[in-house]
């Protein structure tokens, strides 16, 4: 089952795609359940309660859901965990060794967005860039776990996810300024929908982008240097992950960093998918702006 969100901005409305009585698929509304899809939801033994429910027929057909814009899977979370360079080629091709430990940052929760919602490019960027992930929401609270297998059940389900990246923003001098490259509005399109844990084989999921229909990036999640239990168990070892929260999981090779293709300019369309878990589509566009910093700290220059 396909849970999602659908409708304008800031009133989406809960709903699920599944198969229906003569075997296609039909949309079905949550409201019977609950308001939003969230961390309450998923705490509280939601996804199970969706399956009861379609099961015993009492879910209401959501008339015209395929007319309205799609959201983001999960309500706006708690946070959103980034982890880098966690495919041995995408490390190779930033000029990076493989890390030993998981490389984690965050990115704002304001940077979320649904999987068609225009992407826009920060004004006075030139190296914006794509990253197909596989995204993970937790389901249950996990704070210093003691095991891989306690940190699995932790897992709510999986989701396809973006991580637009400005790259001279991330990557300048030694130290890096990854929390500017990664915190961009709209850099964090999840979707189409979520798909409960015990559903997907997430170690062995192809993922795959397209700039203006040419191919970029095509692996598997197989090459995860760190997968995704361990995340989940490496990360409660630093914070706690609450029910609603969402992990990154990093990127394979084939980006704009690695020199081989151009950065994104306006106009352009990306298109990100994972098998089972759905296809991205977003239409890049010049956000506006009206002053930028030099390279020089404490010079602001005007455009």
């Given at each position: 089952m396909k849970i999602m969100r659908l409708g304008d901005t800031g009133k989406e409305q809960p709903a699920v795609l599944a198969p229906s009585a003569d075997g296609s698929e039909e949309y079905f509304s949550l409201l019977p359940l609950t308001g939003d899809i969230d961390g309450r939801f998923l705490a509280g033994g939601g996804l199970a309660k969706v399956r009861e429910a379609l099961a015993a027929g009492a879910l209401p057909v959501l008339k015209g859901a395929a007319g309205l814009r799609v959201?983001?899977?999960?309500?706006?979370?708690?946070?959103?965990?980034?982890?880098?360079?966690?495919?041995?080629?995408?490390?190779?091709?930033?000029?990076s060794a493989p890390p030993e430990v998981p490389v984690v940052f965050l990115k704002p929760t304001n940077t979320v967005t649904g999987p068609y919602d225009p992407a826009p490019i920060p004004p006075h960027s030139s190296c914006y860039d794509w990253e197909v992930e596989l995204g993970m929401v937790i389901g249950a609270e996990a704070s210093y776990l003691g095991s891989v297998e306690e940190a699995r059940?932790?897992?709510?389900?999986?989701?396809?996810?973006?991580?637009?990246?400005?790259?001279?923003?991330?990557?300048?001098?030694?130290?890096?300024?990854?929390?500017?490259?990664?915190?961009?509005?709209?850099?964090?399109?999840?979707?189409?929908?979520?798909?409960?844990?015990?559903?997907?084989?997430?170690?062995?999921?192809?993922?795959?982008?397209?700039?203006?229909?040419?191919?970029?990036?095509?692996?598997?999640?197989?090459?995860?240097?760190?997968?995704?239990?361990?995340?989940?168990?490496?990360?409660?070892?630093?914070?706690?992950?609450?029910?609603?929260?969402?992990?990154?999981?990093g990127t394979p090779e084939g980006v704009a960093l690695s020199g081989r293709f151009?950065?994104?300019?306006?106009?352009?369309?990306?298109?990100?998918?994972?098998?089972?878990?759905?296809?991205?589509?977003?239409?890049?566009?010049?956000?506006?702006?009206?002053?930028?910093?030099?390279?020089?700290?404490?010079?602001?220059?005007?455009?």
């Open positions: 959201g983001a899977p999960v309500a706006r979370p708690g946070a959103v965990v980034g982890i880098g360079m966690n495919y041995a080629a995408h490390a190779a091709e930033s000029g059940e932790c897992i709510a389900g999986y989701v396809t996810a973006n991580d637009f990246s400005e790259r001279e923003y991330q990557i300048p001098g030694a130290a890096g300024q990854w929390t500017k490259g990664k915190s961009l509005p709209g850099s964090t399109p999840l979707g189409p929908w979520l798909v409960p844990a015990d559903e997907i084989d997430a170690g062995h999921l192809p993922l795959h982008s397209r700039v203006n229909g040419e191919p970029r990036q095509d692996s598997s999640t197989a090459g995860l240097i760190f997968d995704v239990a361990a995340l989940v168990h490496h990360c409660s070892q630093y914070m706690r992950l609450e029910p609603g929260d969402v992990i990154i999981t151009p950065y994104l300019k306006p106009g352009d369309v990306v298109e990100v998918a994972i098998e089972g878990l759905g296809r991205q589509r977003q239409e890049l566009y010049r956000a506006s702006g009206a002053a930028r910093y030099s390279q020089e700290p404490g010079q602001l220059q005007s455009t």
